[in-house]
């Protein structure tokens, strides 16, 4: 940022020196002389540190670099994942870990409660609601929120209002008779293993290849396919060894 440069006040009749120039509070002291910042061109080619999209670390791509999801954003945002809640576990305690709130709403409170007791080292910043139970989460920019639905194949529709700043993610175990329309309304979703007649009616709903649409049933317990109106993405998540201890390994089914 660049500060703009103030004149100096003028000096009154009759005095011997210029008036120093106020100082504005909040600016600290001023730092190194510009010189010691500046580098050469030949200089530039040792600095090596990775530069893309800011937001949550789910894995790693086909070609063994970070795949990351940007999951909060000035509206709201519509996430489904088709899979395993051991994967949509491992995305809520990252999420925790940027600074994000997590809220649960789930039929099956057991299973999240470990998570959660782990994720905020005595903070709550992870919580667990019954089915229904869940109310508004006041999101903002200096506090996002990760609402996860975790409620069977026939998800109700959520009483929550869409915000700013709060993300939905959907879980599915498999595609129930709603499915078109849980899929329709987001703009992200997950695709884990599934049989190969979910395979086909998630090809026709996503306008998937069919490459895409055979790979589906054959995939790997960390392996999920990404997939947005316009781009595809595969992506291995493996646990951190923290992870393990809570979670322990990837599961497609729970």
Same mark, same amino acid.
């Given at each position: ?22 100082? %504005? ?44 999801? !940007? ?24 999420? =925790?870990?940027?600074?994000?709130? #997590? ?20 903070? $709550? ?7 229904? %139970? ?8 200096? /506090? ?8 069977? =194949?026939?998800?109700?529709?959520? %009483?929550? /209002?869409?915000? $700013? ?5 959907? @879980?599915?175990?498999? @595609? ?5 329309? #849980? ?15 979910? /395979?086909? @009616?998630?090809?026709?709903?996503? /306008?998937?290849?069919? =490459? ?12 999920? @396919? ?13 646990? !951190? ?6 979670? !322990? ?6």
């Amino acid at each position: 940022m660049a500060y703009q440069n103030h004149p100096a006040q003028a000096t009154q009749p009759g005095a011997d020196q210029p008036r120093p120039p106020r100082i %504005r509070p909040g600016f600290g002291l001023r730092g190194p002389s510009r010189e010691k910042h500046v580098l050469t061109t030949e200089d530039l080619g040792a600095l090596s540190f990775p530069v893309g999209d800011d937001g949550v670390l789910i894995g790693v791509d086909p070609q063994q670099q970070p795949a990351v999801i !940007g999951l909060f954003r000035p509206s709201s945002y519509e996430v489904v994942l088709v899979g395993g809640m051991w994967t949509a576990q491992v995305i809520a305690l990252r999420a =925790a870990a940027t600074g994000a709130r #997590v809220a649960v709403e789930t039929g099956r409170p057991q299973a999240w409660a470990p998570m959660a007791q782990a994720a905020g080292g005595g903070q $709550p910043c992870v919580t667990v609601h019954q089915v229904g %139970r869940l109310g508004a989460q006041g999101a903002s920019v200096t /506090s996002p929120v990760l609402v996860v639905r975790d409620l069977g =194949a026939r998800p109700s529709r959520s %009483r929550l /209002s869409a915000t $700013p700043w709060q993300t939905t993610l959907t @879980l599915l175990p498999y @595609l129930g008779p709603n499915a078109a329309r #849980v899929l329709n309304a987001a703009d992200l979703v997950g695709l884990q293993r599934i049989s190969p007649q979910e /395979s086909d @009616l998630v090809g026709r709903l996503l /306008s998937l290849g069919e =490459a895409e649409v055979a790979a589906l049933p054959t995939l790997g317990d960390n392996i999920t @396919l990404w997939a947005t109106r316009m781009r595809r993405q595969y992506v291995m998540t493996n646990p !951190g060894e923290a992870e393990a201890q809570v979670l !322990g390994g990837p599961r497609r089914m729970d």
